[in-house]
């Protein structure tokens, strides 16, 4: 299974970016899908993740900023970013898994997120 993500760029503080994440390959039923990120120096963390029947979790930095969704049709997962702040900035990552026929777990590229003015 391979992870496309897209949608990363240079957004002012107080902005907004969508990042989408397309899957595609080997696909049975992709389970969880989520985003994590990591900035410089810092180490990998969970950004959101959502289940395949919808169920969600943030992180509580971006609560209420953040909003994540997919559409299982398309094998998609999105993450919407509203009102972006300086420590946001981080190479995005996203994330999925599957079990069948064995437990998979598999990751995007990276896209980049910069929030500066």
């Known amino acids: 299974v391979q992870l496309q993500a897209s949608g990363g760029g240079l957004v002012q503080p107080g902005g907004s970016l969508r990042l989408s994440c397309a899957a595609s390959g080997s696909i049975f039923r992709l389970n969880v899908m989520g985003w994590f990120r990591q900035a410089p120096g810092k180490q990998r963390e969970l950004v959101a993740a959502?289940?395949?029947?919808?169920?969600?979790s943030y992180a509580d930095s971006v609560k209420g900023r953040f909003t994540i969704s997919r559409d299982n049709a398309k094998n998609t997962v999105y993450l919407q970013m509203n009102s972006l702040k300086p420590e946001d900035t981080a190479l995005y990552y996203c994330n999925a898994d599957q079990n069948v026929p064995y437990y998979s777990q598999y990751w995007g590229q990276g896209t980049l997120v910069t929030v500066s003015s």
């Open positions: 959502i289940t395949s029947g919808g169920s969600t």
